[in-house]
């Protein structure tokens, strides 16, 4: 394994990249109760892991480098691109940034963040108006926000997986439903049976086919 860690280290890339989406969220999450921001700083732990992995200390890599030179030999792994595991266990002798996993996570990060934007303002209007929620995306899935989140970490695990990330996904998709869960029981005791009724006409989760979208 060569000694080379000259693709890691970069703790300015670490900063700027989680900043970057960490704020990028932020501006269309706009987060405003207690709730809002364990949301985000939930998102932001995550995202702070993988860039520390991906551009700062390769933690994974180095845990595994004694099985990986073993039954990969003569790669690199402490080079940048050998962080996209995927592509470099399947062996695709391609530039893993133009590789399966890595152009499909992409769809899922746009995706998140193109959901997270659609969704803000139709639940930011509602707020002002102390309405329902229940157009737009909120007319498809009763939790397109924390839904975003659950698909920009679902995106970036494909593309960079790492041990923490990947220990931290099915902890925070679980907390997100729980929130999810606390959401619901406020908007029963603020609307009652017209919330009720919303839930019955729209999935939580995953979008039913435009025939059957309902709003409350």
């Known amino acids: 394994?060569?000694?080379?860690?000259?693709?890691?280290?970069?703790?300015?890339?670490?900063?700027?990249?989680?900043?970057?989406?960490?704020?990028?969220?932020?501006?269309?999450?706009?987060?405003?109760?207690?709730?809002?921001?364990?949301?985000?700083?939930?998102?932001?732990?995550?995202?702070?892991?993988?860039?520390?992995?991906?551009?700062?200390?390769?933690?994974?890599?180095?845990?595994?480098?004694?099985?990986?030179?073993?039954?990969?030999?003569?790669?690199?792994?402490?080079?940048?691109?050998?962080?996209?595991?995927?592509?470099?266990?399947?062996?695709?002798?391609?530039?893993?940034?133009?590789?399966?996993?890595?152009?499909?996570?992409?769809?899922?990060?746009?995706?998140?963040?193109?959901?997270?934007?659609?969704?803000?303002?139709?639940?930011?209007?509602?707020?002002r108006s102390g309405e329902l929620a229940s157009t737009g995306p909120y007319g498809r899935i009763r939790h397109p926000q924390y839904a975003a989140f659950i698909l920009v970490m679902f995106g970036f695990l494909m593309q960079w997986p790492t041990i923490i990330t990947v220990l931290l996904f099915p902890i925070l998709v679980v907390t997100y439903l729980r929130l999810a869960h606390q959401e619901e029981k406020s908007a029963l005791a603020e609307f009652g049976e017209r919330y009720r009724q919303y839930m019955e006409h729209v999935p939580a989760w995953w979008p039913r086919g435009k025939g059957h979208q309902r709003s409350a």
């Open 1 to 127: 394994m060569t000694t080379d860690t000259s693709d890691y280290g970069l703790w300015s890339l670490v900063i700027i990249n989680s900043l970057f989406f960490i704020l990028f969220a932020a501006s269309f999450f706009k987060p405003q109760s207690r709730r809002d921001w364990r949301t985000l700083g939930l998102f932001s732990a995550f995202v702070v892991a993988l860039f520390t992995e991906m551009y700062g200390f390769p933690l994974t890599i180095y845990l595994l480098s004694g099985w990986l030179t073993e039954k990969f030999p003569g790669i690199n792994w402490l080079s940048h691109d050998a962080g996209h595991l995927p592509e470099m266990l399947l062996g695709w002798k391609v530039n893993p940034h133009f590789g399966p996993f890595h152009i499909l996570s992409n769809v899922f990060i746009l995706g998140g963040f193109w959901l997270l934007s659609k969704a803000w303002p139709v639940l930011y209007n509602a707020q």
